[in-house]
Nanobody, 116 residues
């Protein structure tokens, strides 16, 4: 059973920073994609940032240079460094990964709350 475990969420003031981590229970080297989604209160889940086809990255427009996705293959971990946080960034942040065998995996999520 593949597990993705997120950590690093919490309460931060507007303008602050957080670093999210997503640790996978198996090697992430061969993932087709791996990254972060979020679900703001009362809204649908949306892409934040993801690796595709190895080291290529895709960011949502609202990131606008504030967030950086990175990975450590030796630790089977993907990170999301979030700077200049805004109240509208408040959401549950989910890790997502897809391996070549075709199944999509999700973590349980970590809550990020940005106060104004």
């Amino acid at each position: 059973q593949v597990q993705l475990v997120e950590s690093g969420g919490g309460l931060v003031q507007a303008g602050g920073s957080l670093r999210l981590s997503c640790a996978a229970s198996l090697s992430i080297v061969s993932t087709k994609s791996m990254g972060w989604y979020r679900q703001p209160p009362g809204k649908q889940r949306e892409l934040v940032a993801t690796f595709t086809s190895g080291t290529n990255t895709v960011y949502a427009d609202f990131v606008n240079g504030r967030f950086t996705i990175s990975r450590d293959n030796a630790k089977n971990t993907v990170y999301l460094q979030m700077n200049s946080l805004k109240p509208e960034d408040t959401a549950v942040y989910y890790c997502n990964a897809n391996w070549p065998w075709g199944l999509t995996y999700w973590g349980k999520g970590t809550l990020v709350t940005v106060s104004s």
